[in-house]
């Protein structure tokens, strides 16, 4: 244990010279009305489980790379280092909590509850001691995290380890929702997507999750300069731990993996018009004239709208591709004279990269001034 120590404060000092000397990334989603967007991933693991890497080392990564919020989920039952690491298991949370707070990341108390399917893995957010955790019964389990105010979701459900042919609901999980010890599911987990779990969370109102479920360090799975690991867009009243866990029982929270949204329309649509604005907002359009505004993206997702609908009095663009970062420029012409009377120009565009369910995409009404 003493070794340990010892280690830990070495680290811990490496750590806090190479972070004085490294740059963040800017994750750049906007904030909607009424709540601050925080990037989260609820699913990562340490030595202390399974994984390959030190707890500090996710809040290093976490804090380099822009997250807000991370939960170190380490398991419960399944711990393969316990020979080299002796511990209990609140240790990982214990040795990357100081670090976490002096970078401003969220460290949230979790843990991966283990188990065959059914029911599988869930993790529980928010616990207060993991060691009470450590029981026979799932159902005892998960009954102890309820008590302790945990927020539970289930894990990667359509995992092929576990359900190799079809993606089932089994009666575990109803028994499991039924008593209020399931409020969110994995959509995505690592660079897998599971259709049926993104139905079930608007079937039975579930929290929408996407997590990295990383065990190596984070820059050997995911290409950092290129893209993000899966992230948990979660809009919260304030940047605090409590806010985190009030918006996820609130189900304020959608998934964001390989330039895909999907989550609640309530929530998507305001992240849409929060993303984009419309540039010199006055066509002034007349029958057989052309008139040509500009689309601006301020965030990091690129936007792929559709046309589901001819305009009236006006022709638009059939597909339009709204470029993270840039400006898109966009010509309409007018068809009919009833145009010119116009005050308003609607166009109505499905949003190919934006899903409510898991074939349904969100649509958005573009509006522009016209007289």
Request: aromatic fraction near 10%; glycine fraction near 4%; charge should be negative.
């Amino acid at each position: 244990m003493k070794l340990i120590k010892i280690y830990t404060l070495f680290f811990v000092l490496i750590l806090s010279f190479s972070l004085t000397a490294q740059q963040r990334k800017n994750i750049c989603i906007p904030d909607i009305p009424g709540y601050k967007t925080l990037k989260c991933d609820f699913h990562i693991h340490t030595v202390f489980s399974d994984g390959t890497v030190w707890p500090t080392v996710r809040i290093a990564e976490a804090w380099l790379e822009g997250l807000d919020a991370i939960a170190i989920s380490d398991h419960i039952e399944y711990r393969p280092h316990s020979t080299d690491i002796k511990s209990d298991h609140n240790r990982s949370y214990d040795i990357a909590k100081p670090i976490a707070d002096r970078q401003g990341i969220i460290l949230v108390k979790a843990a991966e509850i283990t188990r065959q399917m059914p029911p599988g893995h869930l993790n529980a957010l928010f616990i207060k001691n993991a060691n009470l955790l450590e029981l026979d019964d799932v159902f005892d389990v998960l009954k102890e995290a309820k008590n302790q105010g945990a927020f539970i979701f289930w894990n990667h459900p359509g995992w092929k380890a576990q359900q190799p042919d079809t993606t089932l609901w089994w009666d575990e999980h109803t028994r499991i929702f039924n008593d209020g010890m399931m409020q969110g599911i994995e959509v995505y987990n690592d660079h897998e997507y599971y259709n049926e779990a993104m139905d079930w969370s608007v079937e039975k109102g579930l929290a929408v999750l996407c997590n990295s479920d990383v065990h190596d360090p984070i820059n050997l799975s995911y290409d950092l300069s290129e893209s993000h690991r899966p992230m948990t867009l979660v809009f919260t009243k304030e940047k605090t731990e409590e806010s985190l866990k009030e918006a996820l029982f609130a189900k304020r929270a959608v998934a964001f993996f390989e330039n895909t949204l999907m989550g609640p329309a309530e929530f998507l649509k305001p992240l849409f018009f929060a993303s984009v604005e419309i540039e010199n907002n006055k066509a002034r359009l007349e029958n057989k004239k052309v008139a040509a505004i500009q689309i601006q993206n301020n965030s990091d997702i690129d936007y792929e709208l559709e046309l589901v609908q001819p305009a009236v009095g006006f022709n638009c663009p059939e597909v339009i591709s709204v470029n993270a970062h840039h400006s898109t420029r966009i010509v309409l012409s007018g068809n009919s004279n009833e145009v010119k009377e116009m005050k308003t120009l609607k166009m109505y565009y499905l949003v190919k990269n934006m899903f409510i369910a898991s074939h349904s995409n969100l649509v958005v009404t573009l509006e522009v001034e016209n007289y």
